[in-house]
């Protein structure tokens, strides 16, 4: 039996120890609200390189009325590069002062007061926005600090960023005008689509699609651009040189393209010649890889009277040239035509490739004379899909006769810089281009056959 008097005690200390139990967890529910809901936080952002991301400063239940406010924000300047500040729809939109200044690399301070319009005991809200662009591929964080005024007292949580990788590839390219790229957004997982694409900040594509294959029909410096739907949006760069032809050398190589497999003549001609020439001597050099030299070749109107040409493989790669002339059709000072036609076939390959060919070892009358190589764009040859549908259709002609009329942008939704319709190889857009195109549509012969 227990008596009544242990029966009391034991009773006092079960609601004792219920009474402790229940203050314990109460304590506990309270520091994580704390934990959670600081009284001014920073949130957190993601981003990859380019991206721009916009960090959110609020106050969380103001435990005190507000009419002035100094805090300081650290961040990674080798990662992050602010921006700017944006008090619109924020509680101190209204304020009489308020400004965000950048005093040191990686310090942001914020100020403000107001007469009329105080931050209220128990409000929340948005004090500003900031906004950085990723520079940097790493995480970082954003500590809150220097607190003044009537928020001095006040708990913080600090802001974060994380690097979230996100790339183009290639991120760089140097190819010649008429030749396609294709790029790729990676890796894989980042990201969320669709994703748009932009050349020199204009917008080209949009789609789910990761990859953008871009024609780049002009010499100069291209920046590639993607963006995809996250908010914030992650973005990334790659850039492109396009380099321009040259084609002003006394000894020049005509430009020229052909489709993987196909045969093709390249020129060589003489512009203004500086000098009479009886005798001459140069090498052709090209990449063996791209271009096989067929054994063919032709000698130009110039010099079809030599007494003496001749072409001959040194190595794949690499061809020597030489005649001479003892009579009386030595090449005339000022002289324009053709040295020599040579024939090569083009290498089996899926990718548009741009090869150059050079001219070296000018020997004899032309021994100082100028010289300007050309590029070969390998299996670039303009199909006639010009809408890239897959098929052949007169909207493609059309698209083309646009071009030409520069009607830009084209039916095909096309900027007329991205139309390749050069079907005819002459290395300009023309109505014949967009006949041979409908031509084709309509299965008579055409230049596509």
Avoid: H
Wanted: aromatic letters at 8%; one cysteine or more.
């Amino acid at each position: 039996m227990i008596s009544n008097k242990r029966k009391n005690i034991l009773g006092t200390c079960l609601i004792l120890i219920s009474t402790l139990t229940t203050l314990f967890f109460l304590c506990q529910i309270q520091m994580a609200g704390k934990a959670m809901a600081a009284e001014l936080e920073l949130d957190g952002q993601m981003g990859g390189i380019g991206s721009e991301v916009t960090f959110t400063l609020s106050v969380n239940n103001a435990p005190n009325e507000v009419a002035s406010l100094g805090v300081d924000i650290g961040f990674n300047s080798n990662v992050l590069e602010y921006s700017g500040a944006d008090f619109s729809g924020t509680m101190m939109e209204g304020w009489s002062f308020k400004q965000v200044s950048n005093p040191e690399p990686g310090i942001l301070r914020l100020g403000g007061f107001t007469v009329g319009g105080e931050i209220v005991a128990g409000s929340s809200g948005v004090l500003v926005k900031l906004t950085f662009t990723v520079i940097g591929d790493q995480d970082c964080q954003l500590p809150l600090s220097n607190l003044k005024d009537d928020i001095a007292g006040w708990t913080t949580k600090d802001g974060s960023f994380t690097y979230m990788e996100f790339a183009i590839e290639p991120s760089s390219v140097t190819v010649c005008a008429g030749a396609s790229v294709i790029f790729k957004a990676v890796p894989e997982d980042a990201g969320i689509p669709p994703f748009t694409w932009f050349a020199n900040g204009v917008e080209v594509q949009t789609g789910d699609s990761r990859t953008f294959e871009y024609i780049f029909m002009e010499a100069g410096e291209y920046t590639i651009s993607v963006e995809d739907s996250s908010i914030p949006a992650l973005m990334a760069q790659a850039t492109a040189t396009i380099l321009e032809e040259d084609d002003s050398g006394a000894l020049d190589i005509i430009a020229g393209r052909g489709a993987a497999g196909a045969t093709v003549s390249i020129g060589i001609r003489i512009q203004e010649a500086p000098n009479e020439v009886a005798a001459l001597g140069f090498e052709v050099t090209y990449d063996p890889e791209v271009l096989t030299y067929a054994e063919e070749w032709a000698a130009g109107d110039l010099v079809q009277e030599f007494d003496f040409f001749d072409v001959n493989l040194v190595e794949p790669g690499r061809l020597r040239i030489g005649g001479f002339e003892a009579g009386e059709d030595e090449i005339a000072p000022g002289a324009n035509g053709t040295a020599v036609e040579l024939t090569f076939e083009v290498a089996e390959t899926e990718d548009c490739i741009c090869s150059f060919l050079d001219l070296q070892e000018l020997k004899d009358d032309i021994a100082a004379w100028s010289t300007s190589g050309a590029y070969f764009l390998a299996n670039c040859v303009c199909d006639g899909d010009v809408n890239d549908d897959g098929e052949i259709t007169p909207m493609d002609a059309l698209c083309a006769f646009e071009k030409y009329l520069v009607i830009c942008p084209t039916t095909c939704e096309i900027p007329c810089e991205q139309v390749c319709c050069d079907v005819t190889r002459d290395g300009e857009c023309t109505p014949a281009d967009a006949l041979c195109i409908f031509l084709k549509y309509m299965e008579l012969p055409s230049c596509l056959d």
